[in-house]
């Protein structure tokens, strides 16, 4: 059996664990032949391929990023996209199968090759952990742990200076970035894309911790809108799969707050050091986990699903099931969070 392997949309620490899972468990367990697929669907679609070894994917597990590369390509675009083309392209290469390590997008297009006749197995991967088939997706942890960190130096200075510190974190649709960094550092406000806030219930709650003698942290969503906001905010264009680029509302609140409140207040955009570098224990588990379930799952010839974390089991989810619906923060779990505000 020969399989290809792919990660594509944005990178996610733990991309290159769950590569080493699948290869270490198949070739030894197996004995399938791996190839790397170069840059997500682009390399699929372009025929880009090389041999993928133990060798390659040696000590691999601590290390960010993805050694396949990643884009944001449309399987479907191009003269050589589509589902035909990439068969044939698939069987010159007497590839049996592909293992398709990505997020919402990704998932998609591996189900609609896979609705047309290739035989495709998803791995979850995103830091903003938007999945609904998944308890939790690698890369979260290690975007929380980096939050909380940066957020923890914010604090410290921000004490110094008896200012307010606006922190803006990742996540375009759903908060949980910004909830679980904002928690455990001890925010005073988190604003979150599903629950909407006006301007003056932020400032109200950044008075109220600076009445207290507290310098006021305020951590917040790139996806976050004001009351009355229609989009999130974006000033960058759009980005491959015309989505508008994120990220600045932290720099449109830091000014209105200092200008209401009077507290001097400064904006930081941790944008993607939340994405680099090593993942987490944590992270490395799960997608090595991912990786070795992904491995038996090929074998067993589970085309259509994704592998996935349910509690404290790795189950296989099809892809029907994945889409769709988003796991946002649901509303108890702000509310949880809003009893430490202010
Ligand atoms: O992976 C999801 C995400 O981290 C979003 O939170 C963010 O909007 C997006 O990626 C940014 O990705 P890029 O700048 O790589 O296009």
Redesign the pocket.
Known sequence: MKIGILTS??DCPGLNAVIRGVVLKGTTNYNIEFVGIRDGWRGVVDGDFFPLTRHEVKGLSKVGGTILGTSRTNPYEGPRGGAENIAKTLYGHRIDGIIAIG?EGTLAAADRLSNDGINVLGVPK???NDLRATDYSFGFDTAVNIATDAMDRLRTTGDSHQRCMVAEV???HVGWIALHAGIAAGAHVICIPEVPMSIDEVCELVNKAHSRGRAPLVVVS?GFKLTGMEEAFSDKGL?AFNRP??GGIGEVLAPEIERRTGIETRATVLG?IQ?GGSPSAFDRVLATRLGLHAADAVVDGAWGQMVALRGTDIVRVPFAEALGELNTVPQYRFEEAAALFG
């Open positions: 949309g944005g997020g995103t830091i903003d990742m996540g375009r790139e980005d680029r994120l993607h994405r």
